[in-house]
Structures are given as C-alpha cells and as structure tokens.
C-alpha cells in the first residue's frame, strides 16, 4: 500500500486515541452502576432509555466511520453530519433531565449521583464526535 504522509500518521495515531476513548465512556457508566447501585428514579427512566439510545447510535454510526475512511473516504464526512445532529439530540435530552432532576424532591446527594450518571452517558456521543471529526479530517487529506 501507499506509505501514509508523516503528518498524517500523527493524524491516524490521534484517531485511534480518541476511538480508544469511547468504549472507556461506556465503561465508565456501567462501573458506577455497578458500584453505586443507584436507584433510577421513576420520572428519569424514559429519558434515560432516550439518552442511552441516542448514544449507542452515534456508537454504531462512529464504527461505520471507521469502515468508511478505508473504504470511502467521503462517505465518513456524512457520517459526522449523523453523529453531530445525535450528540446534539444527547445534549438537548441531558438538559432536560438535569432541569427535571433538580427540580425534584430527591436529596442533593441523590441529584449528584444521578447528573454524574447523566454526564457519562452523554459523554459517550460527545467522544463519537471528536473521533468522528479526527477521521473527517484524514478523509478530506485522503481526497487532496
């Protein structure tokens, strides 16, 4: 094959950093369930369903990024328009939840817990981008 560009190996050796990321958001998650054993409350649990969806369809959509830089480099500059619009449906439904959440009659203790868990769900569509954006990045060199 065609020996990378040396500047772009920085830009491919970013990539995988940032890709090596996401699975650690997720992993996050599952480990403060895990530990804390947090009891969701009743009037979060459809929202939660929305932002965990949300996110692992910018998940999917970031591994069918990775398929396309090899395989069709413009097709991935799509593909970061699909992540962008799901990170900003997973900010838009986090705001929301935090706005019912501390309006709420749980304790503080409890609303911390809950936004942490928030947070790190949503932090998982916030990474698909930035990897997203790093592998836009090689496509457009690839075209030139």
Do not use: H, W
């Amino acid at each position: 094959g065609k020996a990378l560009l040396p500047e772009s190996r920085g830009d491919v050796l970013g990539m995988l950093e940032s890709l090596d990321r996401i699975p650690s958001a997720a992993e996050d998650v599952l480990a403060t369930l895990s530990i804390e054993q947090p009891v969701i409350p009743e009037f979060l649990k459809e929202k939660y369903k929305k932002l965990t969806n949300i996110n692992m369809e910018a998940y999917i959509l970031i591994t069918k990024a990775v398929d396309a830089i090899n395989n069709n480099p413009r097709e991935t500059l799509y593909i970061d328009k699909e992540i962008d619009e799901k990170e900003s449906a997973s900010d838009r439904i986090e705001e929301k939840m935090k706005i019912i959440l501390f309006a709420s009659d749980l304790s503080l203790a409890e609303k911390q817990q809950q936004k942490a868990i928030i947070s790190n769900i949503g932090s998982i569509s916030n990474r698909c981008q930035n990897t997203v954006d790093r592998l836009s990045i090689i496509a457009i060199k690839r075209r030139i």
